[in-house]
Nanobody
C-alpha cells in the first residue's frame, strides 16, 4: 500500500493551496482518510479527517479555512487550504485507515511541505 501526497509549496499569508493524496495497492476498504501536520519542534497533530460516509472532523485551528474532500472510487483525499497563516507552516502527512484483505491498519504518506511566509 502506498499513499502519494502532492501539492505543497510556498505561499504568502492569506493565500491558498490544495493538497492531494492517492492511495494505491491491494486495498480492500478505506474507512477513513485524513491529513495531519508536524511543525518544526512540535508533535504531529490532526488537521482534518473524512470517513467513507463523508463525515468530517477538523482541528479548531483550521475550521472555516480548510476543507477536506474525498473520492471513494479513486481512493483519493484532498485538502483545500484557504486564508493560510504562518502558523500553518508544517509538513503535512496524508493518512488512511484501511484494510488489506480483512485487517485494518493506519498507513502514512511521505509528507509534503507547506510554508506560509511573505
Amino acid at each position: 500500500v502506498q499513499l502519494q501526497a502532492s501539492g505543497g509549496g510556498l505561499v504568502q499569508p492569506g493565500g491558498s493551496l490544495r493538497l492531494s493524496c492517492a492511495a494505491s495497492g491491494s486495498i480492500s476498504s478505506i474507512r477513513r482518510m485524513g491529513w495531519y501536520r508536524q511543525a518544526p519542534g512540535k508533535q504531529r497533530e490532526l488537521v482534518a479527517t473524512i470517513t467513507s460516509g463523508g463525515s468530517t472532523n477538523y482541528a479548531d485551528s483550521v475550521k472555516g479555512r480548510f476543507t477536506i474532500s474525498r473520492d471513494n472510487a479513486k481512493n483519493t483525499v484532498d485538502l483545500q487550504m484557504n486564508s493560510l497563516k504562518p502558523e500553518d507552516t508544517a509538513v503535512y502527512y496524508c493518512n488512511a485507515f484501511l484494510a488489506v484483505l480483512f485487517s485494518f491498519h493506519d498507513y502514512w504518506g511521505q509528507g509534503t511541505e507547506v510554508t506560509v511566509s511573505s
